[in-house]
């Protein structure tokens, strides 16, 4: 078993839609990172939290340290959110493990 | 600011051939990672570097050796490259490792990656 799985691995969307994609992991950790993968390949860091939630925009991402769970949400999805969503855990040393990824693909 | 800039962003290699991946950051940042990123494995660490001078490895570093030259640049050296070894690797940097999470603005930046196929 993984120590971080994330759900779902491919999603699929119609435009304006909410999107939910959840992690879940197995370790103590740090920090939770989410970030995300373009289809040209590039890597852009969306958060990092350690408790509660955070917001950006249409982007929201919440954790809960007891559950060791965490997702991403969101809000009125557009073609261009699509990309490959990565869930991380930091635990000690600053290390990251990373789940798999999650392929959203947003349809006009 | 050009972030984290990696070099080369594609390569092809026969068994047996040597290279340098070089990265540099602009950014100050403390701690450099060079992550190697495989279908159905997602990103794992190769060797990282807390800080200026010094280097630890990671989850997977054999067949990789590495240089801190100084704060900006962080090279990854393949000696003898193998077919394993080919991947899409990415450099990255943080700001605040020594300082711990949670202060400030502490993701990481990633390099655009480097395709590398070993033949």
């Known amino acids: 078993k993984n120590e971080v799985e994330q759900s779902p691995q491919n999603l699929t969307a119609q435009e304006g839609e909410f999107i939910t994609i959840n992690c879940s992991y197995s370790v103590g950790i740090s920090a939770l990172h989410w970030l995300q993968q373009h289809p040209g390949g590039g890597i852009v860091s969306l958060f990092m939290?350690?408790?509660g939630k955070k917001k950006h925009g249409r982007l929201i991402a919440t954790i809960n340290i007891q559950e060791k769970h965490s997702s991403l949400h969101i809000t009125a999805s557009h073609p261009r959110d699509s990309a490959v969503y990565i869930c991380a855990v930091e635990t000690s040393g600053s290390r990251l493990t990373f789940g798999e990824g999650t392929q959203l693909t947003v349809n006009p | 600011n050009a972030g984290v800039t990696q070099t080369p962003k594609f390569q092809v290699l026969k068994t047996g051939q040597s290279m340098t991946l070089q990265c540099a950051q602009d950014m100050n940042h403390n701690s450099m990672y060079w992550y190697r990123q495989d279908p159905g494995m997602g990103l794992r660490l190769i060797y990282y570097s807390a800080s200026e001078g010094t280097t630890d490895k990671g989850e997977v570093p054999n067949g990789y050796n590495v240089s801190r030259l100084n704060k900006r640049e962080f090279s990854l050296r393949l000696e003898s490259a193998a077919p394993s070894q080919t991947s899409v690797y990415f450099c990255?940097?943080?700001?605040?490792?020594?300082?711990?999470?949670?202060?400030?603005?502490?993701?990481?930046?990633f390099g655009s990656g480097t395709r590398l196929t070993v033949v």
């Open positions: 990255a940097s943080r700001r605040n490792y020594l300082n711990g999470p949670g202060t400030g603005n502490d993701g990481y930046t």
């Open positions: 939290l350690s408790s």
